[in-house]
C-alpha cells in the first residue's frame, strides 16, 4: 500500500513544482517584457515634440501682380507731357520758315550793283541824332550816282585761270566830303585775291555823304562787289 502510494505522490510533488516553476517563468517574462517598454514611450513623446516646427515650413502666399498697374498709368500720365510739349515745338516751325532772308541780286559783272542789292549801313553815333522835325530825316551814303563814275574792281588774272569767283561785302565808313574814311572786309568771298581787288578799288571811289535833313554828314553803307567768270567769257 506504501509502495502504490509513493508513486502518485511523486507525480503530484512534481506537478506542483511545475506549476510553481511555470508562474515563476510567466512573472520573470512579464517584467523582462515590461521593461522595454518605458524607452517607448519616451520616444512617442520625443516625435511628438519635434512635430510642431512643421507648419513655420509653409511660405506666405506671393502678392497679387495686380498693384503694377498704377506704374503703368504714372508712365503715360509722364508721357503726355512731353507730347504735349513737342505740339508746340512743330508748330514754331513754319514761323520760322514763313520768314525768307531777303535775297540780293547777283550783278553780271564786277562793277557796283544797283541800290537795291546794297543794303544801307547803320549811320554813325553823330548822325543818329536828330529832332522830331521832319526836316531832320537821315539818309545813307550813296555809291550808286551816274555823276560819280566810280570804276569796276579789276578781275585778278590768276584768279581767272584758277576759276575763284564769289562775292566781298565791304563796310566803308564815309565822311561828309563823300570820301571813303575807311574800309574792311565785313563778308570774305573766300580768296585772298578776290577780296584785295575789291578793297584796292573801293578806297579810290567817290561817294554822295550821307544827309541828315539838308546837311551832309558821316556815315556808313555796305558794298557788295560780284567776281564772276561767265561776264568775261561774254
Known amino acids: 500500500m506504501n509502495i502504490k502510494s509513493s508513486p502518485v505522490a511523486t507525480a503530484g510533488t512534481l506537478l506542483l513544482h511545475g506549476v510553481l ?85 547777283s550783278s553780271p559783272h564786277t562793277s557796283a550793283p544797283a541800290p537795291s542789292s546794297a543794303p544801307a549801313a547803320p549811320a554813325a553815333p553823330g548822325s543818329q541824332r536828330g529832332t522830331t522835325d521832319g526836316s531832320s530825316r537821315e539818309a545813307p551814303p550813296s555809291f550808286t550816282a551816274d555823276y560819280l563814275a566810280n570804276p569796276a574792281p579789276a578781275y585778278p588774272p590768276l584768279s581767272q585761270e584758277l576759276g575763284e569767283s564769289g562775292q566781298v561785302r565791304l563796310r566803308v565808313a564815309v565822311d561828309a566830303s563823300g570820301a571813303p574814311s575807311q574800309v574792311e572786309i565785313a563778308e570774305s568771298s573766300g580768296f585772298t585775291r578776290l577780296d584785295r581787288a575789291a578793297l584796292s578799288a573801293v578806297k579810290r571811289w567817290r561817294f554822295v555823304p550821307a544827309r541828315r535833313g539838308s546837311e551832309a554828314v558821316a556815315g556808313r553803307v555796305i558794298v557788295p562787289i560780284h567776281f564772276n567768270l561767265k561776264t568775261l567769257e561774254g
Open 21 to 105: 516553476l511555470l508562474a515563476l517563468w510567466q512573472t520573470a517574462t512579464s517584467r523582462i517584457t515590461a521593461a522595454p517598454a518605458m524607452p517607448q514611450a519616451t520616444q512617442v513623446e520625443l516625435l511628438s515634440l519635434d512635430t510642431p516646427p512643421a507648419p513655420a515650413a509653409t511660405a506666405p502666399a506671393p502678392a497679387p501682380a495686380t498693384p503694377q498697374k498704377p506704374a503703368t498709368s504714372r508712365a503715360q500720365a509722364a508721357a503726355t507731357p512731353s507730347r504735349q510739349e513737342n505740339r508746340p515745338r512743330s508748330h514754331a516751325a513754319p514761323d520760322t520758315a514763313a520768314s525768307p532772308a531777303p535775297a540780293e541780286s
